[in-house]
C-alpha cells in the first residue's frame, strides 16, 4: 500500500485509540458468503503499545459515495473474539449489516 494511506490510517487510529501504530503487514481478504463475495480489500495490521487493551489494531477506508462523508474509516482492535485480519472484517461486516435492520 502505499504511504500515503497508511499516514491515513496512522492518523485515524491515533485520534480513536491514542497510541502510536506501527505497520506490520497488509492482508488481502475475500470474505464470501453463500458463495457470494460480500467484502473484497486489504486489511492494514498495526501493532500499538501502550493501548490499555489491545497491543494489534486492524484498520482500512473505503469511499462511500457520500459527499458529505466521501471516506470511512474502520478500525478494529485486536481484542477476543478477534484474533486476525479475516476476524475483523467478518465483526465490521456483522456491525454493519446490524446497523441497516431497523430499530425495534
Known sequence: MNAE??????SVIRQLHGPEPKHVESVPITETF???T???????????????????????????GDSKNPRRHVTVL??????SARDAVRAAIVQE????????
Open 34 to 36: 453463500q458463495g457470494r
Open 38 to 64: 460480500v467484502w473484497q480489500g486489504v486489511v492494514e495490521v498495526f501493532d500499538i503499545e501502550g493501548h490499555a487493551t489491545a497491543s494489534r489494531v486492524y484498520a482500512w477506508a473505503h469511499d462511500t
Open 97 to 104: 449489516f446490524r446497523s441497516l435492520e431497523p430499530a425495534e
Open 78 to 83: 485486536h481484542l477476543h473474539p478477534i484474533r
Open 5 to 10: 494511506y497508511i499516514a491515513e490510517l496512522k
